[in-house]
């Protein structure tokens, strides 16, 4: 059983909606569901809304803005349903983005592969056939975590850290996936690499992705992979809107 949702004061730039101390499907769920209801209100004090795992952050200017009224209009959403068996918010995207597997590209599909009891060719299997939501963006401009896979997957990140890993790289550990903005250092294990781009700020929408959105990451060959690259593109990732 969920626990009951907890609203909070952030000092005195809004309110945070929390659905979960935890990420669980429900809470995530829960959280993209009630920030589109949010939106929906347009209530004019609110200037923007954003989420995590579990939570909603609902930005108002409290020092001009009634925060006992504001926390009011929240409870009363709250009320109208239960969130954490609610739908889905439709207009949503599905992504299916190719994805080399191992080899010098991402070295750590194996030892991944491993750790979660698999062979590489399951390991593969199960990787690019899984449906995983967008959680939430952060860390990176754009940057998504994604999920969950199947509990075989909640392997632990690296004791240590790999010192850098490429933009498009596809990394995983507690039952996640990553796909990296740019080249950074992490600790989840480097199982796959794409061509996508999370973030053109010459684009019109920069964020390639929002969260609620799904990916699904097909495998490709290295061949294939290396007429993906060209900049600027979503390295041939098709879409297709979820209704």
């Given amino acids: ?15 945070l909606v929390s659905f979960g101390s935890a990420m669980s499907e429900p809470a995530n769920r829960a959280a993209l569901a009630f920030r589109t209801a949010v939106e929906a209100e347009d209530w004019p004090e609110v200037s923007e809304t954003m989420m995590s795992l579990v ?16 926390e009011a209009r929240l409870r009363e959403v709250l009320a109208r349903q239960d969130w954490y068996a609610a739908e889905l918010p439709s207009g949503r995207t599905l992504w299916h983005v190719p994805t080399v597997y191992g080899t010098d590209l991402a070295p750590q599909l194996e030892e991944a592969a491993e750790v979660a009891g698999l062979d590489p060719d399951e390991a593969i299997r199960q990787l690019s056939t899984a449906r995983v939501r967008v959680l939430t963006l952060g ?14 997957w909640n392997i632990p990140r690296q004791q240590g850290l790999t010192k850098s890993v490429p933009r498009g790289a596809l990394v995983t550990a507690i039952r996640q996936l990553i796909i990296f903005t740019g080249p950074t250092p992490t600790g989840w294990r480097h199982v796959g690499q794409t061509a996508f781009r999370n973030f053109n700020q010459q684009a019109e929408v920069p964020f390639a992705l929002s969260p609620g959105d799904e990916l699904v990451f097909p495998a490709i060959d290295r061949a294939a992979f290396d007429k993906l690259s060209a900049p600027n593109s979503y390295g041939a990732a098709e879409r297709e809107v979820i209704a």
């Fill in 1 to 15: 059983m969920s626990a009951p949702p907890t609203i909070a004061r952030v000092g005195l730039t809004g309110l």
């Fill in 139 to 152: 860390f990176a401009p754009g940057q998504p975590y994604l999920g969950e896979l199947p509990e075989v």
């Fill in 55 to 70: 939570s909603v952050f609902v930005a108002v200017d409290l020092v001009t803005a009634p925060a006992e009224e504001i």
